[in-house]
């Protein structure tokens, strides 16, 4: 859809049973089944990809390039490019998106913020601050 080349291979998981307490950075792509309570950061910007499944719970600040939610994000969301939002996807906090595909069902309590493609939508420097802190 959108004519869009997202990165589909997954690289690590957090498994469904595995609660995370403190900020993850990752490369490539990333599936979360389980909990995080802290930052979730791609640290390669362009090509990363994140997939929260239904069963996951994220508590903190999310920033990637291509993100599908089907879980609960409490926390802003920051998606370079795409943000696809399932039927059962929750987030609350303020969103900025380039593409957004939003299925019935899906939540958000907070601002939609788009950002046309001339503007970025994060820089690495920020993330890697914002983790730190």
């Known amino acids: 859809m959108f004519g869009r080349q997202v990165k589909s291979e997954i690289d690590s998981l957090v498994g ?28 390669d910007g362009a090509d990363s990809m994140l997939i929260v499944s239904e069963h996951a719970r994220i508590e903190g600040e999310v920033r990637c390039a291509s993100l599908v939610v089907n879980g609960y994000i409490a926390g802003a969301v920051y998606s370079s490019e795409l943000l696809e939002l399932q039927p059962k996807g929750r987030i609350n906090g303020d ?3 380039r593409l957004l595909e939003m299925h019935g069902g899906a939540l958000v309590t907070g601002k939609l913020t788009h950002q046309p493609a001339s503007e970025p939508v994060f820089h690495l420097a920020d993330a890697v601050e914002g983790s730190a802190a």
Not at 19 to 31: K, Q
């Open 16 to 43: 469904i049973s595995a609660r995370i307490e403190g900020d993850l950075c990752f490369t490539g792509g990333l599936r979360i089944d389980g909990e995080v309570h802290g930052n979730v950061v791609a640290v």
């Open 95 to 97: 969103v900025h998106y």
